[in-house]
T-cell receptor, first 119, second 118 residues
Framework: GAGVSQSPSNKVTEKGKDVELRCDPI?????LYWYRQSLGQGLEFLIYFQGNSAPDKSGLPSDRFSAERTGGSVSTLTIQRTQQEDSAVYLC?????????????????FGPGTRLTVL | AQKITQTQPGMFVQEKEAVTLDCTYD???????LFWYKQPSSGEMIFLIY??????QNATEGRYSLNFQKARKSANLVISASQLGDSAMYFCAMREGDGGTSYGKLTFGQGTILTVHP
C-alpha cells in the first residue's frame, strides 16, 4: 500500500518568498504531524492535526508558519516570507488517532520529507 | 531541559558484532512510550521498536532489542549481529500520554550516527 508522500522533494527559494509544502498521509490515518529536521535543532515537532482541526500548534516557530488540512487527508504547510533559518527538511507523519495506552498501534509513519533551501 | 538525550554523536561497530546505542529520557508522566527510528542516508524515518512505560518485558524486534531500565530512565537500543545496511542515523523518541492532551507528538533526541565496518 502507499505510504506517506510529500511534495516537492526539494524546494529552493529566495528569501522573502512564500512556499507551500504538501503531505499526503496514509489512507485512513486521522492523525497527521509535521516535524522539522535541521542541523542545529534536530527533529522538532511543529503541528498536529486530528481530522481537519489542529489542537496542537505549539511547535510552529513563528506566525509566518501556518498549516491546514482538508477532507481529513492532504495537509499543506505554508511558510510566508521565508528566512534562511527556515532551511531544513520538513517531515510529515501520519498515524491512527492517538489513544493513551494503545502502544505501537499509534506508530507514526513518516514521509520522505521536503528539503527546503532558502537562499 | 532535554527530554531525550543521546550522548553518542557517532558509534562504530564491526560487522556481525553487537552495538548498544544509548538513550536517556526525562518525564514526570507515568504513561509514556519510547521509540527508536532509523534514518538512512535516503532520509526516510523507519520505525524499529517500541517500549511502553508499563511494559514488564524489554521489547524485541528481530535483531533489535530495547534495554529498558525504568528507574534509571534509560532505553538503550541493542542491535545484534550488525550488518553493513545498519549504517544510519538512529533516533530515540518519546511520546508522553496524559489523557489526551499530548496528542501523541514525539520528542526526539539528537541522534547517533552508526557506522558498520566490514
Amino acid at each position: 500500500g502507499a505510504g506517506v508522500s510529500q511534495s516537492p522533494s526539494n524546494k529552493v527559494t529566495e528569501k522573502g518568498k512564500d512556499v507551500e509544502l504538501r503531505c499526503d498521509p496514509i489512507s485512513g490515518h486521522t492523525a497527521l504531524y509535521w516535524y522539522r529536521q535541521s542541523l542545529g535543532q534536530g527533529l522538532e515537532f511543529l503541528i498536529y492535526f486530528q481530522g481537519n482541526s489542529a489542537p496542537d500548534k505549539s511547535g510552529l516557530p513563528s506566525d509566518r508558519f501556518s498549516a491546514e488540512r482538508t477532507g481529513g487527508s492532504v495537509s499543506t504547510l505554508t511558510i510566508q516570507r521565508t528566512q534562511q533559518e527556515d532551511s531544513a527538511v520538513y517531515l510529515c507523519a501520519s498515524s491512527h488517532k492517538f489513544i493513551t495506552g494503545t502502544g505501537p498501534y499509534n506508530e507514526q509513519f513518516f514521509g520522505p520529507g521536503t528539503r527546503l533551501t532558502v537562499l | 531541559a532535554q527530554k531525550i538525550t543521546q550522548t553518542q554523536p557517532g558509534m562504530f561497530v564491526q560487522e556481525k558484532e553487537a552495538v548498544t546505542l544509548d538513550c536517556t529520557y526525562d518525564t514526570s508522566d507515568p504513561s509514556y512510550g519510547l521509540f527508536w527510528y532509523k534514518q538512512p542516508s535516503s532520509g526516510e524515518m523507519i520505525f524499529l521498536i517500541y517500549q511502553g512505560s508499563y511494559d514488564q518485558q524489554n521489547a524485541t524486534e528481530g535483531r533489535y532489542s530495547l534495554n529498558f531500565q525504568k528507574a534509571r530512565k534509560s532505553a538503550n537500543l541493542v542491535i545484534s549481529a550488525s550488518q553493513l545496511g545498519d549504517s544510519a542515523m538512529y533516533f530515540c523518541a518519546m511520546r508522553e500520554g496524559d489523557g489526551g492532551t499530548s496528542y501523541g507528538k514525539l520528542t526526539f533526541g539528537q541522534g547517533t550516527i552508526l557506522t558498520v565496518h566490514p
